[in-house]
C-alpha cells in the first residue's frame, strides 16, 4: 500500500495469507484498505509530517476472533507460526491472548472471555472478526498526543485500564484514539526504558 518500513514490508505476508482466503473475502480486504489509505482524517493525523516524525514503527497489530484456537491454527499451519505459541489468559480485562511474530511484526489474536467482552462486542457489531487496532510506537507520547490534539483528535478511555490518555501498560505507556481509520482502531506506545520496566512490573496481565 505505502513503501516503506511501516507498510510495505510485510506485503509479503498479506500476499502468502491472501491465497488462502475466497475471492470475496480478498476482495473486501483489499476495498477497506484502500478506505483506510484515502481516509481524509488518516492521511490529515498519521500521515501529517508533525505526527509521523514521532512515530518510529509499529508495536504490533491486535485481531478481534471468535475461536482463538482455530485462528491460530490457521496461522501455524498457512504462515510458519511456532507451534509452541501459547493461548494466555489476562485476567484484568478478562481476554484469552495469543503472540507471536511474522516479519517482525507482533500479532495479538484476542478473544474476549464475556459474551459482552471487549473483542465480543466489537465482533458482534461487524458480524467477523479481523484487525481490531494497530499500535504504533512513538519517541515521546506526551509530544505525540499534544499533536494529535492540535489537529483534532480525541482520545478515548482504555478497556481495561478506565484511563483516558496517557497511562502506564505491561510493555509501555499508551493512549488510544478515539478517531478510528475506517473502524480500526488506534492505540500509541512508548516503550519503557529497562528501569521503566521494573517500576511497571505490577501492570503485567492486562
Given at each position: 500500500v505505502y513503501p516503506g518500513t511501516l507498510y510495505g514490508d510485510?506485503?509479503?505476508e498479506f500476499v502468502r495469507f491472501s491465497l488462502t482466503q475466497p475471492a470475496d473475502k480478498i476482495s473486501d480486504a483489499v476495498k477497506r484498505i484502500k478506505k483506510v489509505v484515502s481516509s481524509l482524517w488518516f492521511n490529515k493525523v498519521i500521515m501529517n509530517n508533525e505526527i509521523s516524525s514521532t512515530i518510529i514503527g509499529i508495536k504490533h497489530m491486535t485481531f478481534a476472533v471468535e475461536n482463538i484456537e482455530l485462528a491460530l491454527k490457521t496461522y501455524q499451519n498457512f504462515l510458519g507460526v511456532d507451534k509452541n505459541v501459547e493461548i494466555i489468559d489476562m485476567p484484568k480485562s478478562r481476554t484469552r491472548v495469543a503472540l507471536f511474530e511474522i516479519g517482525n511484526i507482533e500479532y495479538q489474536l484476542c478473544q474476549s472471555q464475556d459474551p459482552d467482552g471487549r473483542f465480543s462486542k466489537w465482533i458482534k457489531e461487524r458480524g467477523q472478526g479481523g484487525l481490531h487496532h494497530i499500535c504504533y510506537i512513538v519517541e515521546n507520547l506526551d509530544k505525540a498526543i499534544q499533536g494529535l490534539k492540535k489537529v483534532g483528535a480525541i482520545f478515548r478511555e482504555c478497556n481495561a485500564c478506565k484511563v483516558i490518555g496517557n497511562h502506564p501498560h505491561p510493555e509501555g505507556f499508551i493512549a488510544f484514539l478515539d478517531n478510528e481509520a475506517e473502524g480500526i482502531e488506534i492505540e500509541l506506545m512508548q516503550i519503557y526504558?529497562?528501569?521503566?520496566?521494573?517500576k511497571y512490573s505490577n501492570y503485567k496481565g492486562i
Open positions: 510485510h506485503c509479503d526504558t529497562s528501569a521503566e520496566l521494573e
